[in-house]
C-alpha cells in the first residue's frame, strides 16, 4: 500500500519571499548577525501568542 506523502503539501513560496523581505530590512539595522536575524524571524513564526 503506497500513499503519497506530499500530497496535501502547501506551496510557501510566498513566505518565503515575504520572509526573504524582513531578513534584508532587519539586516538594515543587525549588521553581521544572520544567525540572530534567523533566530529572530524563527521566534517570531514560532510565537503561538499565549
Known amino acids: ?3 503519497n ?3 496535501n503539501r502547501v506551496d510557501l513560496t510566498a513566505l518565503n519571499e515575504q520572509v526573504k523581505k ?3 530590512a ?3 539595522v543587525i549588521v553581521g548577525q544572520e544567525t540572530m536575524i534567523d533566530l ?3 521566534a517570531i ?3 503561538d501568542f499565549v
Open 26 to 28: 532587519i539586516g538594515t
Open 22 to 24: 524582513i531578513k534584508a
Open 1 to 3: 500500500m503506497e500513499e
Open 40 to 42: 529572530l524571524i524563527t
Open 45 to 47: 513564526l514560532a510565537d
Open 5 to 7: 506523502i506530499f500530497q
